[in-house]
């Protein structure tokens, strides 16, 4: 079945820009309906939509990230990855990637599969 | 942005009980929803879709419902394993996804 795995550094300096890489295994990012999401929590909170890129290219953001954040596909790799400029501490979390399976005639399916997530420490 | 906002915060329930958590949205969210359990130091897990569709493999314990502004998740018979973080989430084409802010689910 299909899994996701999240790769990238545990601890970012504040100012510098977050990067996170998603590999999608068992099955093809370039799936028609699929949305490549990417989700935080922050420590002891609920959680958080970051955005999402289709196989095409197309991307949703968060509006509240969106002048930070760069979401982008590899379909070569099969992987989808993230972007986030001019982090501080409040975006320390956890960051999961998933796999939404978007919306089709009025109806909404949800995100099925998820990473295990990974830490992510904004500090100097 | 749609506002999505969960009662209660926290719930507590003994074995056997019927729980049931509400999801209200700001706005008009149709059937654009879904509902997940997360436990602690774990991932979430997708429970409902389309607002009252049970995903594969979830226990036919859970229960689903609601349209427009006002959802419900009901656990018939508590568990065990149902102790854990509750989650709603809507769906909008053109604000993107929200979730509530969550009800936890403890031991009584």
């Known amino acids: 079945q299909v899994q996701l795995q999240e790769s990238g550094p545990g601890l970012v300096k504040p100012s510098q820009a977050l990067s996170l890489t998603c590999t999608v295994s068992?099955?093809?990012?370039?799936?028609?309906?699929?949305?490549w999401t990417w989700i935080r929590q922050h420590p002891g909170k609920g959680l958080e939509w970051i955005g999402n890129?289709?196989?095409?290219?197309?991307?949703y953001y968060n509006p509240s990230l969106k002048s930070r954040l760069l979401i982008s596909v590899d379909t070569s790799k099969n992987q989808f990855s993230l972007r986030l400029s001019s982090v501080t501490a409040a975006d320390t979390a956890v960051y999961f990637c998933?796999?939404?399976?978007?919306?089709?005639?009025?109806?909404?399916?949800?995100?099925?599969?998820w990473g295990q997530g990974t830490t992510v420490t904004v500090s100097s | 942005d749609i506002q999505m906002t969960q009662s209660p915060s926290t719930l507590s329930a003994s074995l056997g009980d019927r729980v049931t958590i509400t999801c209200r949205a700001s706005?008009?969210?149709?059937?654009?929803l879904a509902w997940y359990q997360q436990k602690p130091g774990k991932v979430p897990n997708l429970l409902i879709y389309?607002?009252?569709s049970l995903e594969r493999g979830v226990p036919s314990r859970f229960s689903a419902s609601g349209s427009g502004t006002e959802f419900t998740l009901t656990i018939s018979s508590l568990q065990p394993d149902d102790f854990a973080t509750y989650y709603c989430?809507?769906?909008?084409?053109?604000?993107?996804?929200?979730f509530g802010g969550g009800t936890k689910v403890e031991i009584q």
């Open positions: 998933a796999r939404d399976r978007g919306y089709s005639n009025y109806d909404y399916y949800g995100m099925d599969v």
């Open positions: 068992g099955g093809s990012i370039i799936t028609g309906g699929l949305y």
């Open positions: 890129v289709y196989y095409s290219g197309r991307t």
């Open positions: 706005q008009n969210v149709s059937s654009l």
């Open positions: 389309k607002a009252s």
């Open positions: 989430q809507q769906y909008n084409t053109y604000s993107g996804l929200t």
